[in-house]
């Protein structure tokens, strides 16, 4: 398996609606500029997009309409992935937009753990572990010279420790089949699924002063309805999204709080 990844061949899986179509001209473009066009991309959606993909980029309609709503995510969800031969994959969330180099050294090295150990359910690819978790509810499960693979306690002490979560993430399909049931919307899925998963004896795995992934959530329907996020962005990328959603109605600027810490631009992001 880790020589077929090492050369390229481990696909991303994105999952979206026709609500939230427009995000993937942003989420594509830069997803190709950061991590890399030589990454095969397959969008989960239904109907078609409107605008021409990159080359890496596949959409697969799931269905021509999608049934009951956001409760209905998981159904299309289970349905695909009980489709496919992929032993191990990333999955994202649609409005993930990448904002710096993805570090392809340091996946090379997550690849290998991966292989090694057959108890690994998901390895996060942000920094989520290491800054959006006490650090008690981590340890550190390998030492390198300038970073650490950290793992995920088995179960939330204080705090809901999320192990399960749309984080951009290296998968095991039977892992994420395991806790992907029927009439499930996105945060069931990470509540309800988390909870199930708590103490199941398999590993959650990150990193610490070093990540694979670094993005920026372009919108939030919840808190900030309407609005388009590049808060973490570098100036060029700002108005790259200003261009590309300039006909657009949703009001563009600096909405999220990605970090619960001051100064976690300079922190998390760095140039």
């Known amino acids: 398996m880790v020589q077929e990844v090492l050369a390229g061949r481990m696909k991303i899986y994105i999952p979206t609606c026709d609500r939230h179509m427009f995000v993937i001209k942003a ?19 239904f109907s078609k997009p409107d605008f021409e993909l990159p080359d890496n980029f596949e959409f697969i309609s799931m269905a021509d309409e999608q049934v009951g709503g956001a409760k209905g995510w998981s159904n299309y969800l289970i349905e695909f992935f009980n489709s496919i031969d992929d032993e191990n994959f990333i999955f994202g969330i649609d409005d993930f937009c990448v904002v710096r180099p993805f570090d392809r050294e340091l996946f090379k090295e997550l690849l290998k ?10 390895i996060d690819l942000q920094p989520s572990l290491q800054y959006a978790r006490s650090p008690n509810d981590v340890s550190t499960y390998k030492e390198f010279d300038n970073f650490d693979i950290i793992e995920l306690n088995q179960r939330s002490t204080n705090q809901f420790i999320y192990r399960i979560t749309g984080q951009f993430s290296i998968w095991n399909r039977e892992y994420f089949l395991k806790y992907l049931k029927p009439n499930w919307s996105p945060h069931d899925w990470e509540l309800q ?3 199930m998963a708590e103490g199941d004896g398999h590993k959650i795995l990150g990193t610490r002063n ?29 108005e790259k999204v ?3 959603y300039q006909d657009r109605p949703e009001e563009i600027g600096e909405f999220k709080e990605e970090w619960p810490f001051e100064n976690w631009i300079d922190i998390v992001y760095g140039n």
């Open 27 to 45: 989420f594509s473009h830069f997803f190709n500029k950061y991590w890399g066009d030589d990454f095969e991309v397959k969008i989960l959606g």
């Open 242 to 244: 200003k261009e590309i």
């Open 113 to 122: 753990i991966c292989a090694k150990d057959n108890k690994i359910g998901r």
């Open 210 to 238: 070093r990540h694979c992934v670094k993005k920026v959530e372009l919108v939030s329907d919840g808190q900030y309805p309407n609005k388009i996020n590049i808060k973490g962005m570098r100036k060029e990328d700002i």
């Open 193 to 195: 699924g988390g909870q």
